[in-house]
């Protein structure tokens, strides 16, 4: 009975839809709409890399000897490595572990528990002045309204009853609609950094109350007036565009951050302080032996454990002067990222906590292969999710496959062994900040 009464209903309102399309209809289209503003902004970049995140078998664009197109979703169905040029399996909450010119999705962040979340991982993963292009649906047009209100659990059966139509697309994920309307969009995309937002707002989308035509029409009445009115609260979906901002900073600004930063490592809680002290230093000592290089030394806690045969290596110079002082080797990294150090002349290095911060470290990696030994040490220690989320500055998340794929196959290293710290167990990083995975290396001139 009322699978004839819902047909009945979608025949008149289709015919009603092809009677006054202008009335029920958008005669724009979302996704053709988004698919330009994407093809572009090509030309703004070289070796052009676009992700597209949840596209897995319908995505947007065409795969393209013009750019390298990558793939995001939590599932992985047998046609997607014929889709994209490659195609990872995970959720958006999770940082990404690759850099990208452009990130793309369609009906997609609705479904995501935490958006902040997801929007900070997709202005890290993105090169300085980056661009990210989106279709969401709002989340107060009148059909997300009712989504919301009866639960994830009833969506699908709701869908499945009244939009037998659509029965053949419904995936099962459940819709949130964190953030999604337009107030709260501008807002996280300005707290994470974009800059150049725009939010284009889209509202007709009766097809989802055609099951009931008196229905179906009142919506349309209500879509029209807020359209005319550019009511973009009430839309029913945005495309929203925003740039990554490029770095560049004056001398001065840059001085004012170093001597913050050195003045946040001096401040550090007693807590903190004696973690590094009588813990953590003192266990990556016993991996790198008696001399070695810190790079990134910092205050210099690396440094006081071995001082007649260890030195630290900087960019900041309000650290080198403060360990200088305090009787230690330090030398200031030069502006082109030179080490002052000789060929070969340490047989281990400590990089702990820095790697993830620069964009671009083919420079760093070629001199510290420069500086060891032949079968030379590296020790390597990056942040694991919750302590990457935590600082704005890091802009790469590295997980062992990212080390092996970038050290190993690139730069001639072996990982002899990793493990993660304080807590010997990956998960923990999605909690505590202070956890991180430690990477041993060896060197092979």
């Known amino acids: 009975m009322i699978s004839s009464f819902v047909k009945f209903n979608l025949k008149l309102s289709r015919l009603l839809a092809r009677k006054f399309p202008n009335f029920f209809l958008d005669v724009r289209s979302f996704r053709n709409d988004l698919i330009t503003m994407i093809k572009k902004s090509f030309s703004d970049f070289e070796n052009l890399r676009i992700l597209e995140i949840g596209g897995i078998d319908r995505p947007l664009l065409k795969k393209s000897n013009k750019f390298h197109y990558c793939g995001l979703d939590i599932e992985y169905k047998k046609n997607c490595n014929k889709l994209y040029d490659e195609f990872n399996v995970q959720s958006i909450e999770h940082p990404l572990t690759n850099n990208y010119s452009i990130i793309i999705s369609t009906t997609l962040l609705e479904h995501v528990k935490d958006n902040k979340k997801s929007f900070q991982n997709i202005y890290n993963a993105l090169i300085d002045g980056g661009k990210t292009f989106h279709y969401i649906p709002s989340k107060n047009h009148f059909y997300s309204l009712i989504l919301r209100l009866v639960g994830p659990k009833l969506q699908k059966i709701i869908i499945k009853n009244l939009r037998p139509q659509a029965s053949l697309e419904i995936t099962g994920y459940p819709a949130f609609f964190d953030l999604c309307s337009p107030y709260e969009l501008k807002k996280v995309l300005l707290d994470t950094g974009f800059k150049n937002i725009k939010i284009v707002p889209y509202y007709k989308a009766g097809d989802y109350f055609a099951f009931f035509t008196p229905l179906y029409v009142i919506v349309s009445v209500l879509e029209n007036l807020c359209e005319k009115f550019n009511l973009r609260y009430f839309a029913s979906g945005l495309i929203i565009s925003a740039e990554k901002n490029k770095t560049s900073v004056s001398d001065s600004d840059q001085l004012n951050a170093y001597l913050n930063y050195h003045m946040y490592l001096r401040k550090r809680t007693t807590l903190g302080f004696l973690y590094r002290k009588l813990f953590l230093c003192p266990f990556l000592r016993l991996l790198l032996g008696r001399k070695y290089i810190d790079l990134g030394c910092g205050v210099g806690s690396m440094i006081q454990l071995s001082p007649k045969y260890s030195i630290g290596l900087d960019v900041n110079r309000y650290n080198i002067e403060y360990i200088r002082s305090k009787g230690l080797k330090a030398k200031l ?64 998340f590295y997980d062992v496959k990212k080390i092996s794929d970038l050290f190993c196959n690139k730069y001639d290293f072996t990982i002899q062994y990793y493990f993660y710290f304080p807590i010997p167990f990956k998960f923990a990083g999605k909690f505590f900040r202070q956890q991180s995975l430690y990477v041993l290396l060896k060197n092979h001139k």
């Open 333 to 396: 990294i030069g502006e082109e990222g030179k080490f002052p150090l000789e060929d070969s002349s340490y047989p281990a290095l400590i990089c702990d906590n820095v790697i993830e911060h620069i964009q671009n470290p083919e420079v760093l990696i070629k001199e510290i292969k420069r500086v060891l030994f032949k079968d030379g040490r590296l020790l390597l220690g990056v942040p694991l999710e919750k302590g990457y989320l935590r600082d704005k500055d890091h802009k790469v």
